[in-house]
DNA sequence: AACATAGTGTAGCGCATGCTACAAAATAAA
DNA sequence: TTTATTTTGTAGCATGCGCTACACTATGTT
């Protein structure tokens, strides 16, 4: 291996483009943008991302699932009280103020921001991925039975997804984040 | 009033404004294909809308509420069963092949694909019209004391609009319509 | 007929976009 | 030291964007 070293972190780069791309969308965020983010030039960014803007967001969703949702799914694999962490994590994107969702899910914003096919494809599938974990974490939950009376388990995972995305839209109609808690709760209780 | 006359229906070509900005978001909807749609040229363009792009979209907005939500809020007005219109208009907007809603909510997608202040607050206007009609059309049902003994009537409008904006990305993830039908249903069961 | 007014068609400006080309610089292997 | 390889910085292309400028045409008023 001879050659130049590269003077970036290519993680921390894509951590920065994480941020641009969570601001601003996928179709906002230029590659200009992004380059001024990550400290680097044209020149290192198309060599280390050769499809350019599009490979650099695939990258970042993948960087993304292991930052925030891979943590709250390994919690829920060992926890007792499945319910609350799911809560919690609901309440952080009603919550437009806290430091988690300020600007929404990355994924659910690409699938409604974005037409790139490829992209939506992408985001659908760690969209999967956490409503699956969710529905698995329930169910063996104690108080499962009672709940699968309630709602057949095969439409755990749609329901999930449209409260998760549905908050995500409503948090820009209603801005108060007690009422949008209060929604979440009432539709968490199928599971209590 | 001198001058030449209009060669073209203001109202048809607001008509066909709306098939662009609908299929394709305010955002991806280029200036030229409007006007090609619409079937005139960049001089009776900016005459007619002479803040361009953003006006035509208010207007289209304005136009869109009167040929689809209206009707709706009119007959949810005199009908003795609103649950069943309510039903069937979150079934359009599920059901991807209709010939309604096939591209998503109007409203719904300017929320989440602009950052332009001015027209979101247009869409959340009219979205809030469609959810104020709903709670109030449900609360002069025959067995409203019964959901509201569940739910408290100020969150009906925040639960309508979850459901409603929720189903306008899951649907772009579920593709099976009879699930998202299922889960309506199961949402809707709250006001039976 | 003369004029003012309203609508139409065309040329093109200034800007931002994603991306390529390519020379210069740094590093490891020979 | 030479050579091959990798990274970096800069110049700039082609395209599409929203929009303006302006001459031209058609119409109503005087």
């Known amino acids: 291996m001879a050659g130049r070293q590269k003077q970036y972190d290519e993680q921390q780069a894509l951590d920065r483009a994480i941020d641009v791309f969570w601001e601003k969308g996928y179709e906002h965020a230029s590659s ?78 690409t699938l409604t921001q974005t037409e790139d096919e490829c992209l939506k494809t992408a985001a659908r599938h760690y969209i999967r991925q956490v409503a699956d974990a969710f529905t698995l974490a329930l169910l063996r939950a104690p108080n499962a039975a009672a709940s699968l009376a309630r709602l057949a388990p095969e439409l755990w995972p749609v329901y999930f997804t449209t409260l998760w995305t549905g908050l995500n839209a409503t948090r820009l109609l209603e801005h108060d984040p007690a009422r949008l808690r209060q929604l979440i709760d009432f539709q968490l209780r199928l599971f209590e």
Chains 1, 2 share one sequence.
């Not at 993948?62 to 926890?79: G, I, N, Q």
């Not at 319910?83 to 899910?105: E, K, N, T, V």
């Open 32 to 109: 200009r943008d992004l380059q001024a983010a990550m400290g680097i030039g044209k020149g290192s960014f198309y060599l280390a991302f050769k499809d350019g803007k599009q490979e650099l967001f695939l990258k970042s969703m993948e960087r993304f699932f292991v930052l925030h949702p891979r943590p709250l799914l390994d919690a829920l694999r060992t926890s007792a009280a499945p319910l609350d962490i799911i809560r919690q994590y609901y309440y952080a994107l009603a919550d437009a103020q806290g430091p988690f969702h300020r600007f929404g899910c990355y994924y659910a914003n």
